[in-house]
């Protein structure tokens, strides 16, 4: 790459050539047998993701949003009028919308400020007669403090959805995800584990579990003709199987090329920090966690000034989440409690680019454009 050359946020066109002849081979399989939907692609990616997490069962359906939801709703949650579930305004709006669509009110509460993950002392807080489970979100690629969450609900029936859509190999003490309860994942492209197109899945230990989850995201139906649930129409098509089980097999390698960037972002930012005298607030791992970094986030002055300039320079950055969920309309009003650590991360964070293949010739045009940008914004 030239010195201008633009850093795109991710690098979709990359992670397709190390897998393009083995997609073509079996999309090619699968358009000779005609198994569009189910067969053995999908049977075989459930297997392998399911050893790959640590779980029992993994059950395919069409994307994150319905992992979620297909979850809830198989624990049982959303039957009754009156059922919340406790999740972190620091998220995307899918994790509430999921809550919702399952027939349950979300109530948002606050991150802390150290990993901005869900705050266990505020769940805590939130809990009420009416709580029926609990959302931890596993943001940016480690998981969220499971056993901090689970002493808060210590002595009630309230059960734990893990959203793990950003921790595809992520660990905490040595546990995958899903080891607190079912596991909702996303497969949207950009994800450490992307398709071309929507997927998602539940991961489960629970048999039964994983049994009613595919009976509701296939019509509510095991046998044709034969309907024990409400179902939906939310199953893994066999094409993106395809894709999917070509690039799990080469996701535990993906994941420390991005430890790898990870670790050099730090260092390049270290310098940056101690040339301008600031604190960039860069992303620190919990105790205990494996970090998967499918985000690396950082927090600056002037934000948006600062994102413009890195836009005009051609770096891919991103903000992840500009907007908090309690501050969105369909969930106005859905925070019990003020969330002053979520808004003001809000205004700071900026998500660098990052993927398996971005060089390090790449992250140095980064941080310097982000150098530029910050001076320049400051003056």
Same mark, same amino acid.
């Given at each position: ?26 999309f090619a399989q699968v358009l000779a047998t ?24 993994c059950v395919g359906v069409g994307n994150g ?21 406790? =999740?972190?305004? !620091? %998220?995307?709006?899918? &994790?509430?919308? $999921? #809550? ?7 109530? +948002? ?120 649930? =409400?179902?939906? !129409? %939310?199953?893994?098509? &066999?094409?993106? $199987? #395809? ?7 080469? +996701?535990?390698a993906a994941n420390e090329a991005r430890r ?116 320049? %914004?400051?003056?």
């Amino acid at each position: 790459m030239t010195t201008n050359d633009p850093v795109p946020f991710v690098d979709l066109a990359a992670a397709h050539r190390a897998v393009a002849d083995e997609v073509a081979a079996g999309f090619a399989q699968v358009l000779a047998t005609t198994a569009f939907v189910g067969g053995a692609p999908v049977t075989e990616f459930e297997r392998e993701f399911a050893a790959f997490t640590g779980r029992g069962h993994c059950v395919g359906v069409g994307n994150g949003t319905d992992a979620i939801e297909l979850a809830l709703r198989a624990l049982g949650v959303g039957t009754r009028p009156e059922d919340e579930v406790v =999740l972190p305004a !620091n %998220s995307f709006i899918a &994790t509430a919308e $999921a #809550v919702a669509r399952a027939g349950a009110r979300p109530v +948002l509460v606050d991150a802390e400020v150290t990993y901005q993950l869900l705050d266990p002392e505020r769940v805590a807080e939130a809990i009420t007669p009416r709580t029926r489970a609990v959302i931890p979100v596993h943001l940016f690629g480690q998981l969220a403090p499971l056993d901090g969450i689970k002493a808060a609900l210590a002595g009630r029936e309230i059960a734990v959805v893990e959203d793990a859509a950003q921790a595809q190999g992520a660990t905490r003490h040595g546990a995958g995800i899903g080891s607190a309860g079912p596991a909702a994942t996303s497969f949207y492209p950009g994800k450490n584990l992307g398709a071309y197109g929507d997927a998602g899945a539940v991961l489960t230990d629970d048999e039964e579990l994983a049994t009613t989850v595919r009976a509701i995201s296939c019509h509510g139906s095991l046998t044709k003709y034969e309907h024990t649930h =409400l179902g939906v !129409n %939310s199953r893994l098509d &066999t094409l993106q $199987a #395809v894709v999917l089980r070509a690039k799990l097999a080469r +996701l535990a390698a993906a994941n420390e090329a991005r430890r790898a960037a990870a670790a050099r972002y730090d260092s390049l930012l270290t310098d940056v920090e101690q040339s301008l005298g600031l604190d960039l607030g860069r992303p620190r791992v919990a105790p205990g966690n494996v970090h998967v970094w499918h985000l690396y986030v950082i927090r600056v002055p002037e934000r948006d000034r600062v994102l413009g300039r890195l836009h005009a320079a051609g770096i891919g950055a991103g903000v992840h989440y500009p907007r908090p969920i309690h501050r969105s309309v369909p969930f106005a009003g859905h925070a019990p409690r003020p969330c002053p650590v979520t808004d003001l991360l809000a205004g700071q964070i900026l998500s660098l680019p990052i993927y398996p293949e971005i060089t390090e010739a790449q992250q140095r045009r980064v941080v310097e454009s982000l150098a530029k940008a910050l001076v320049d %914004s400051a003056a």
